[in-house]
């Protein structure tokens, strides 16, 4: 500037370049701005993609493989694959009841389809359960009867693992020969029957019980009324009709390697060593024995398996409800 502080000519250029240059980095750091948040979307745009693509081929593969799961089961179930000569296995596990495992649905197909089979050599039924349902037992070891007598030449053992117990040394009674562990749970053949009374705590609490029935004995058993003696001796009856049942089931079943005394059909339960004492069983021996004893030490399994989606479900504990309502419905008397 001059002496009177006005610009001078060269001076007011200068400036005038230094705002063109500070104007045009600004425009080109805009750019560069904009440049960098398109780059940052098309890259989310991409990560976001690839994780879809991902997820698809999860679920791809997965389908896929619940596919060939099912058509494998569905093959096995068929009975179309060939092993040249195998010990078949059905397993009856947990409790014996309708809608369970150990079912005599599951159970008796498992059977058939193990005797079906033209490569079956021999049969072990499996056995872990401390009894059950005495109709579904019954049902079981009929079937084994009727079996045996289809295939006179498929010998039919059971192994009882840790329990073989009531109405689960019921169905064992069918087979041909009964091993155990020696520190196996083995016998209690016996029936029980039980539940609660409440008759005096209602009295107590003053509550009123209002029932009207049908039938004299239509409330037999109800738990807020007392004991009829009469109805006490009906029950007791009913409890030694099926007693005798299974007594003459594990008699026929047993035959003369029985050896009976005054213990043996109370309701009592023994070790396996006990057990092969008293002719319960006829000797200390695992599946796998038996196996390589028929000679054919390969295993196939021919229990009845859920579907994938049944044992999903059942590990994520959405058969809970239905499993209150089981016990709630639940026979009242079972071989235990």
Do not use: C
């Amino acid at each position: 500037m001059n002496e009177w502080n006005e610009p001078v000519e060269g001076e007011e250029t200068a400036s005038q370049e230094r705002r063109l240059a500070a104007q045009k980095v600004a425009e080109e750091n805009k750019h560069w701005t904009l440049i960098e948040k398109a780059v940052m979307a098309n890259s989310r745009e991409l990560r976001a993609s690839r994780r879809w693509g991902i997820l698809f081929k999860s679920l791809t593969f997965i389908y896929l493989f619940v596919l060939l799961f099912m058509v494998w089961e569905g093959v096995r179930d068929s009975g179309e694959f060939s092993t040249g000569g195998h010990t078949a296995i059905v397993q009856v596990r947990g409790v014996i009841a309708d809608g369970e495992e150990a079912s005599a649905d599951n159970v008796v197909s498992g059977l058939r389809s193990a005797f079906k089979h033209k490569d079956t050599r021999g049969i072990v039924i499996r056995i872990n359960s401390p009894g059950g349902s005495p109709v579904q037992s019954g049902y079981i070891y009929d079937e084994i009867d009727r079996l045996q007598q289809m295939y006179p030449d498929i010998p039919v053992n059971a192994v009882i693992v840790d329990s073989g117990a009531s109405g689960a040394y019921y169905l064992a009674a069918a087979a041909d020969n009964i091993y155990a562990d020696k520190a196996s749970i083995v016998g209690s053949i016996g029936v029980t029957a039980a539940s609660f009374g409440f008759s005096e705590v209602i009295d107590r609490i003053g509550i009123e019980r209002r029932q009207f029935t049908a039938g004299e004995h239509k409330a037999f058993l109800d738990p807020f009324s007392p004991v009829r003696p009469d109805e006490k001796e009906l029950f007791e009856t009913l409890l030694n009709n099926v007693h005798e049942q299974f007594v003459s089931a594990v008699r026929v079943g047993r035959g003369d390697r029985l050896k009976e005394d005054s213990k043996t059909f109370s309701g009592l339960f023994w070790t396996g060593e006990q057990a092969l004492k008293m002719g319960l069983i006829d000797d200390l021996k695992s599946t796998s024995q038996v196996a390589r004893e028929y000679g054919y030490p390969e295993i196939v399994d021919f229990t009845p398996s859920p579907s994938p989606w049944e044992a999903f479900s059942k590990d994520l504990g959405i058969s809970m409800g239905s499993q209150i309502s089981k016990v709630f419905s639940r026979q009242m008397f079972n071989l235990q």
